[in-house]
Antibody
Framework: EVHLLESGGGLVKPGGSLRLSCAAS????????MNWVRQAPGKGLEWVSS????????YYADSVKGRFTISRDDAKNSLYLQMNSLRAEDMAVYYC?????????????WGQGTLVTVSS | EIVMTQSPATLSVSPGERATLSCRAS??????LAWYQQKPGQAPRLLIY???TRATGIPARFSGSGSGTEFTLTISSLQSEDFAVYFC?????????FGGGTKVEIK
């Protein structure tokens, strides 16, 4: 069974940093693109970042460009999101999702999410 | 960037009735359109990709149609487990974007 498990969320002060992780299992991780999508409390879904197979291509939403960095470790079947200079508007549940099909991909499945709270 | 607009924001439907949800793109996305279902406290689940192809394990009562800028998700006979929020998502180019969602509630 395909499974994605995020971790690393928590409370951080504005301007602080946090590193999210996503552990993948049940599929050939290295052969899929991977993605981060976030959802602010009570709001809709916002695509954050995508990384292609072999880390060849990385894309970011304008709202996080220059502050967030996506990476992957295929040996550990893991996806990461390094978040720096965090702002109140970054507060959200962060989901990792496997990319499927074309590029950009659609997302299937999604992890259960990890909550990032930005507050002083 | 392509803006995705979903309507209505809330849809009140009785169990057993048909629900029709709309998603409009500000410019053509061909058939690069997916639909997701999200229940409270849960992650989104893929329902439809390629505008009309059901994902694995999705019941036949869910169907998607459309191309270009106009898309529809139809739930033919609403079951209790279908009351949720539904999001459309274009993946035609970067950045891929989601619609604001349609909440399907019990009438």
């Amino acid at each position: 069974e395909v499974h994605l498990l995020e971790s690393g969320g928590g409370l951080v002060k504005p301007g602080g940093s946090l590193r999210l992780s996503c552990a993948a299992s049940g599929f050939a991780f290295s052969t899929y693109s991977m993605n981060w999508v976030r959802q602010a409390p009570g709001k809709g879904l916002e695509w954050v970042s995508s990384i292609s197979v072999s880390s060849t291509y990385k894309y970011y939403a304008d709202s996080v460009k220059g502050r967030f960095t996506i990476s992957r470790d295929d040996a550990k079947n893991s996806l990461y999101l390094q978040m720096n200079s965090l702002r109140a508007e970054d507060m959200a549940v962060y989901y990792c999702a496997r990319g499927v099909g074309v590029w950009p991909p659609w997302f299937d499945p999604w992890g259960q999410g990890t909550l990032v709270t930005v507050s002083s | 960037e392509i803006v995705m607009t979903q309507s209505p924001a809330t849809l009140s439907v009785s169990p057993g009735e048909r629900a029709t949800l709309s998603c409009r793109a500000s410019q053509s996305v061909s058939t690069s359109l997916a639909w997701y279902q999200q229940k409270p406290g849960q992650a989104p689940r893929l329902l439809i990709y390629g505008a009309s192809t059901r994902a694995t394990g999705i019941p036949a009562r869910f169907s998607g149609s459309g191309s270009g800028t106009e898309f529809t998700l139809t739930i033919s006979s609403l079951q209790s487990e279908d009351f949720a929020v539904y999001f459309c998502h274009h993946y035609n180019n970067w950045p891929p974007l989601f619609g604001g969602g349609t909440k399907v509630e019990i009438k």
